[in-house]
């Protein structure tokens, strides 16, 4: 637990530009005072992030939000209503206050209510807005439990806030309504259907025709090891057709007696619980000695759309597939 003077510690060290990660609902945040240039920069420079990726700005109430988006519409009050606090955050038209650091030069803001105590905790205490991203180095899995994050950033960090282990396990929602319709541009626990639901309105398509989140477009949320995804009536196959390379596999399926697969960890069967435990999951297996990591392709349906995400990106593609010009 964390107790009331670490909070007010850790909003001290936020006054004076530094930077503290902390629990949220959905993953670590590694955290800095939105409205100061300089310890942004300290963040960008902690977690090795190009400074050109916006970053989402997290506000402890809805009645935050005027301060740091312009023309706010009625569709992220209604969705403010609904979720927040909660794992979604809401792409608007940014105020003329929020600096460029943070938008990553774009004219939007991405904004997030969180419902975690130690983060709201750490909002109220602080005052403004928190600018943070997933307390991970560039390019790899996102931190749920405070170890993680000590292990991601060391020293770069200056204090991390242990509220325990992350209850969703995969990043927010990502919902932008700066268009006539709205679109998810990351899909979470929060789904497109409730989204939708709660504003009565038919979405968008993200991933066709809108530029999407900037770091949504390469390779996230990586393990070190290669990772497959297989069907898994082909998984036996596959490990067997590599006999000699130690494989981990990831399965929602028991063991099967013979499989040759030097690990083979079973995976929760529901979608909150797989998510829950996913990141944790694939850091384990990442040091386990295993030289490649199988993951059982999970079904094509809207409760898994989340976490197909995440393991998509994870997923090493395969040579064959890749296109031509990008071998050049
Ligand atoms: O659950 C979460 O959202 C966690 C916790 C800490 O709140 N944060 C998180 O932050 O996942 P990060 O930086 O790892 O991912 C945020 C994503 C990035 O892909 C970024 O490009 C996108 O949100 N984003 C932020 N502001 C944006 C904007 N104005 N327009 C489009 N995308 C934006
Ligand atoms: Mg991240």
Redesign the pocket.
Known sequence: MVSDQEIEKAAEILRKGGLVAFT?E????LGADASNPAAIRKMFAAKGRPAD????V?VAGTSDLKHWAADVPRAAWLLAEKFWPG?L?M?LKRAARVSDLI??G?D???L?V?SHPVAQQLLKAFGGGIA????NRFGRL?PTTAQDVREELGDAVDLVLDGGPCDVGI??T?V?LTHETPAI??P?RISAQQIADALLAQLGESAVGRPR????LESHYAPGLPLKIVHPDEIDNYVRARAGTPVAVLSRRSRPRDSKATLWQVAPELPDDYARLLYSTLRRLDVSGCRLIIVEALPALPEWTAIRDRLGRAATPDPVAAPVTARR
Request: neutral net charge; aromatic residues 2%.
């Open positions: 949220t959905t993953v670590y945040g990726h916006p970053v989402i997290h794992p955050t792409v938008t990553g774009q939007t803001v991405g997030r969180p943070a991203p997933s307390a996102s990043e927010s990502i932008d541009l990351r979470g989140v900037s770091g949504s």
